[in-house]
């Protein structure tokens, strides 16, 4: 079976293809600008014995998905069985200095995108009358966050579309859930500064920071024959930081 993942070229993404790798999915994994880690993470997948591709599309892009979806079916000779929408960035500021690009950039990569790829996706899922579609949200989605209107929106946004495809496509075996990462160490949050680091390290019940191992581990449950009467669920991967 094959497993999309998005801005698999790095982070969170890059662990999630790994780990679905290890539990036998073949891989396409998308990236923007990082070739040579989508590249180097393609032959290390290969060497696991599985088949890989690596994908480049800007997947806020909706002709780039489209071109992306037709790529994966050409050369990796299968439909797209396992859907990680992954992909995403923080332009963060205060509400009053928020400019109206970082809106929209947040905005169209982390949640039109998901819609992009799902739309893509759903149609040969439907067809088949299977798919798992695995969204990465955030904690700050349920939450919100100062600093963060722009992405805690966009993560708000994917959790209401990830039940409303889960509600829509139950009856055609899909399932739909998500994934709300806490802290984790990745380029994403290596920006934060050592003061914001210890102040949110101090939030977290389980005492450390968390790793894309332990997202990637997430993902693969929902990937797996295991959670297959699971859908519409919001899964908190946080070390007890939010516990809502
Ligand atoms: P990261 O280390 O910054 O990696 C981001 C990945 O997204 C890269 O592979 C990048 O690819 C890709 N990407 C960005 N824009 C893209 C686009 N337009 N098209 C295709 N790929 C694109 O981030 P991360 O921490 O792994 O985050 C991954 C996901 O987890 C995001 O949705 C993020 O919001 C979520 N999350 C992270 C944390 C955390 O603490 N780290 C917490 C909660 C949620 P290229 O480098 O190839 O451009």
């Given at each position: 079976?094959?497993?999309?993942?998005?801005?698999?070229?790095?982070?969170?993404?890059?662990?999630?293809?790994?780990?679905?790798?290890?539990?036998?999915?073949?891989?396409?994994?998308?990236?923007?600008?990082?070739?040579?880690?989508?590249?180097?993470?393609?032959?290390?997948?290969?060497?696991?014995?599985?088949?890989?591709?690596?994908?480049?599309?800007?997947?806020?892009?909706?002709?780039?998905?489209?071109?992306?979806?037709?790529?994966?079916?050409?050369?990796?000779?299968?439909?797209?069985?396992?859907?990680?929408?992954?992909?995403?960035?923080?332009?963060?500021?205060?509400?009053?200095?928020?400019?109206?690009?970082?809106?929209?950039?947040?905005?169209?990569?982390?949640?039109?995108?998901?819609?992009?790829?799902t739309r893509e996706a759903i149609r040969d899922m439907a067809k088949a009358r299977y798919g798992r579609i695995i969204n990465i949200a955030s904690v700050?989605?349920?939450?919100?966050?100062?600093?963060?209107?722009?992405?805690?929106a966009s993560k708000a946004g994917i959790i209401g579309f990830t039940k409303s495809i889960a509600r829509e496509y139950a009856n055609r075996g899909i399932t739909a859930n998500a994934i709300a990462p806490g802290f984790i160490e990745t380029?994403?949050?290596?920006?934060l500064k050592p003061e914001a680091k210890e102040g949110i390290l101090k939030s977290i019940p389980l005492g450390s920071i968390g790793k894309a191992e332990d997202v990637a581990k997430a993902a693969a449950f929902f990937a797996s024959e295991t959670s297959s009467y699971i859908t519409g669920q919001v899964l908190a991967v946080d070390g007890g930081m939010t516990m809502i």
């Open positions: 079976m094959l497993a999309l993942v998005t801005g698999a070229s790095r982070g969170i993404g890059r662990a999630v293809a790994l780990e679905l790798a290890k539990n036998n999915f073949n891989v396409a994994i998308n990236y923007n600008n990082s070739m040579d880690a989508a590249k180097s993470l393609c032959s290390k997948i290969n060497s696991m014995g599985v088949k890989a591709g690596y994908f480049k599309a800007d997947v806020s892009n909706s002709d780039d998905v489209i071109n992306l979806f037709k790529s994966v079916k050409d050369n990796m000779g299968e439909n797209v069985s396992i859907l990680v929408n992954n992909a995403g960035v923080t332009r963060d500021n205060l509400l009053m200095r928020m400019k109206n690009e970082d809106w929209q950039t947040v905005i169209n990569t982390n949640l039109n995108a998901a819609f992009y790829c700050v989605g349920l939450t919100g966050n100062a600093g963060q209107a722009n992405y805690a380029d994403m949050t290596e920006v």
